[in-house]
């Protein structure tokens, strides 16, 4: 289990297990019982597990318990607890909708070969105001093939993160790929939502073909790299694809340049510095793509200064444009930002993870002894990202030794790019 977010709940197992089984009445804080059950992801055992089934029991309808029960369903189904089923289930039939959301989710990991239980799920399509998408995605996952009827007319349904989800989920139940070339078409979708949901159904339905509409789809680095990984990894794995037709995809994305992406949105007229810079704020990252290609077109002049500013404002604390500005600053080569973006690369906080790879790459434009330590020390990670950043940062400064240490990692993409470069070098 990953627990590198358990920072962020300042408490231990067993703060939190008491914290979930005291009355909402006595708590001074009406949230802890919810962090708690978000906190005890980190700690699966017989106890815990019993102590959120417990929690799914307490039917109080007052908000904090409401999203405390949901909390607990969700972490259940992250343990793949196969005893927590019965209590879940019973969530089905629950007046919110979004503790309904959570148990069929939460079923889908667990896992089911039961009809009777399938079968209510499958219902759920015909109850108003549910989360379809999630219902879909899960009748699929858990391959139950009489659920194809159901699920066909959401193809024309008015919300395309549903349409998308259907279209994906009929491919693997009824084998109709005739609608698949649509979900191409919502890598192209104005609405941010769509574009990173489809990105999921492409993974869900192991579409080989769509890596390089992927790698450029204006959504956040997160989401194209988890696509391409996931599709990458299955197909070199099938035999499907050789190493080398993924990693110019691969490239892509880290170096995550907006010039090599399909942006969606334009300006109606030459926006001011002033705007372009908020744009890098924005939580619609095609927007903060388009605002940084921009700005390095028409705004290149003093721009690593106006970055600094902005840097000190805001910058510093906002994850997104945090990300934007390193980035920024490498492309401009702005020497004057080394020690921020040393700073970047050295921030364990997971908020500012993916700065770290943006840090690398910016970082080896100025080379030199003390930018190759810190890259020899970042490239032993886990995080897939910053070490595929180190090893083109490397590569661009010519350390083949370090580079060779990563051939046989145990990340099939980690190691055939540690090969490919070798095999490439001068």
């Given at each position: 289990?990953?627990?590198r977010?358990?920072?962020?709940?300042?408490?231990?197992?067993?703060?939190?297990?008491?914290?979930?089984?005291?009355?909402?009445?006595?708590?001074?804080?009406?949230?802890?019982?919810?962090?708690?059950?978000?906190?005890?992801?980190?700690f699966?055992?017989?106890?815990?597990?019993r102590a959120l089934?417990?929690?799914?029991?307490?039917?109080?309808d007052?908000?904090?318990?409401?999203?405390?029960?949901?909390?607990a369903?969700?972490?259940?189904?992250?343990?793949?607890?196969?005893?927590?089923l019965?209590?879940?289930?019973?969530?089905?039939?629950d007046?919110d909708?979004?503790?309904?959301?959570?148990?069929?989710?939460a079923?889908?990991?667990?896992?089911?070969?039961?009809?009777s239980?399938?079968?209510?799920?499958t219902?759920?399509?015909?109850?108003?105001?549910?989360?379809?998408?999630?219902?879909?995605q899960?009748?699929a996952?858990?391959?139950?093939?009489?659920?194809?009827?159901?699920?066909?007319?959401f193809l024309?349904?008015?919300?395309?993160?549903?349409?998308?989800?259907?279209?994906s989920?009929l491919?693997?139940?009824?084998g109709d790929?005739?609608?698949?070339?649509?979900?191409?078409?919502?890598?192209q979708?104005?609405?941010?939502?769509?574009?990173r949901?489809?990105?999921?159904?492409?993974?869900?339905?192991?579409?080989y073909?769509?890596?390089?509409?992927?790698?450029?789809?204006?959504?956040?680095?997160?989401?194209?790299?988890?696509?391409?990984?996931?599709?990458?990894?299955?197909?070199?794995?099938?035999?499907?694809?050789?190493?080398?037709e993924?990693?110019?995809?691969?490239?892509?994305?880290?170096?995550?340049?907006?010039?090599?992406?399909?942006?969606?949105?334009?300006?109606?007229?030459?926006?001011?510095?002033?705007?372009l810079l908020?744009?890098l704020?924005?939580t619609?990252?095609?927007?903060?793509?388009?605002?940084?290609?921009?700005?390095?077109?028409?705004?290149?002049?003093?721009?690593g200064?106006?970055?600094m500013?902005?840097?000190?404002?805001?910058a510093?604390?906002?994850?997104?444009a945090?990300?934007?500005?390193?980035?920024l600053?490498?492309?401009?080569?702005?020497?004057?930002?080394f020690d921020?973006l040393?700073?970047?690369?050295?921030?364990?906080?997971p908020?500012?993870q993916?700065?770290?790879?943006?840090?690398?790459?910016?970082?080896?434009?100025?080379?030199?002894?003390t930018?190759l330590?810190?890259?020899?020390k970042?490239?032993?990670?886990?995080?897939f990202?910053?070490?595929?950043a180190?090893?083109?940062?490397?590569s661009?400064l010519g350390d083949?030794?370090?580079?060779?240490?990563?051939?046989?990692?145990s990340?099939?993409?980690?190691?055939?790019?540690?090969?490919?470069?070798?095999s490439?070098?001068?």
């Amino acid at each position: 289990m990953d627990k590198r977010f358990s920072v962020l709940f300042n408490i231990t197992e067993e703060t939190a297990l008491r914290l979930l089984q005291t009355p909402l009445e006595e708590l001074d804080d009406p949230s802890a019982r919810y962090a708690a059950a978000c906190h005890l992801v980190h700690f699966k055992s017989p106890r815990t597990i019993r102590a959120l089934i417990e929690a799914i029991e307490n039917c109080d309808d007052q908000l904090y318990n409401r999203i405390t029960r949901r909390k607990a369903i969700e972490t259940l189904g992250r343990f793949k607890a196969q005893e927590a089923l019965p209590v879940i289930r019973k969530c089905l039939a629950d007046d919110d909708c979004y503790t309904v959301e959570n148990a069929v989710w939460a079923i889908g990991e667990i896992g089911t070969t039961d009809e009777s239980l399938l079968q209510e799920i499958t219902a759920l399509l015909a109850k108003p105001g549910q989360n379809y998408r999630v219902i879909i995605q899960t009748l699929a996952r858990l391959h139950y093939q009489p659920a194809a009827s159901s699920i066909r007319p959401f193809l024309t349904y008015n919300d395309d993160c549903v349409v998308s989800a259907a279209i994906s989920a009929l491919a693997r139940l009824a084998g109709d790929y005739s609608p698949v070339s649509r979900l191409l078409e919502f890598l192209q979708s104005p609405n941010v939502n769509v574009r990173r949901g489809v990105i999921q159904d492409l993974m869900d339905l192991n579409y080989y073909p769509a890596i390089p509409a992927i790698a450029s789809c204006p959504v956040s680095i997160v989401f194209r790299l988890r696509g391409i990984r996931h599709l990458g990894e299955n197909a070199i794995t099938q035999g499907v694809k050789p190493f080398s037709e993924i990693e110019p995809y691969l490239d892509q994305v880290i170096y995550d340049d907006p010039n090599t992406l399909e942006l969606v949105h334009e300006y109606d007229a030459p926006p001011t510095i002033h705007f372009l810079l908020q744009e890098l704020y924005h939580t619609d990252f095609g927007r903060c793509y388009l605002a940084a290609k921009t700005l390095l077109q028409s705004h290149s002049s003093g721009l690593g200064e106006v970055l600094m500013e902005t840097w000190r404002q805001e910058a510093h604390n906002d994850y997104g444009a945090h990300y934007h500005v390193i980035r920024l600053w490498g492309r401009l080569k702005y020497q004057p930002a080394f020690d921020l973006l040393v700073e970047a690369l050295e921030n364990t906080a997971p908020q500012f993870q993916k700065s770290r790879a943006a840090a690398a790459l910016a970082l080896a434009n100025f080379g030199g002894d003390t930018v190759l330590h810190l890259l020899r020390k970042n490239v032993h990670t886990d995080i897939f990202d910053l070490k595929y950043a180190c090893l083109l940062a490397l590569s661009q400064l010519g350390d083949w030794d370090t580079i060779s240490q990563f051939c046989d990692d145990s990340d099939i993409l980690i190691s055939e790019k540690a090969k490919s470069i070798l095999s490439k070098k001068s």
